[in-house]
């Protein structure tokens, strides 16, 4: 059975730093490729990071590009996403969400709605 659970998320401090990990099991995370999504009270889901099942190729949204990087390490079947230099606005429920793809594809989705596997999330709250 395949299953994804989030962790590392918490109260941090605008400026600080957290690393989320998706941990996976129930498959070969080299089939699958990787999304990192967030819902802040009463907005949409939005997409925050994906990357490829080879790990090569990667997309950050614009709002976390060059403070979020994310990683991936296929033998101990876990993603992360580091989060630097955070903001109150980065405040939401953090989902990782999985898709089947071709083996050590380089492709990445960027809609939820190209996931088919989530996480229950891990809250990340930002504030002094």
């Known amino acids: 059975q395949l299953q994804l659970v989030e962790s590392g998320g918490g109260l941090v401090q605008p400026g600080g730093s957290l690393r989320l990990s998706c941990a996976a099991s129930g498959l070969i995370l080299d089939y699958y490729a990787i999304g990192w999504f967030r819902q802040a009270p009463g907005k949409d889901r939005e997409g925050v990071s994906c990357?490829?099942?080879?790990?090569?190729?990667?997309n950050y949204a614009d709002s976390v590009k060059g403070r979020f990087t994310i990683s991936r390490d296929n033998v101990e079947k876990t993603v992360y996403l580091q989060m630097n230099s955070l903001k109150p606005e980065d405040t939401a429920v953090y989902y990782c969400?999985?898709?089947?793809?071709?083996?050590?594809?380089?492709?990445?989705?960027?809609?939820?709605?190209?996931?088919?596997?989530w996480g229950q999330g891990t809250q990340v709250t930002v504030s002094s």
């Open positions: 969400a999985a898709r089947r793809t071709a083996y050590y594809s380089s492709y990445y989705y960027l809609s939820p709605n190209e996931y088919t596997y």
């Open positions: 990357i490829s099942s080879s790990g090569g190729s990667t």
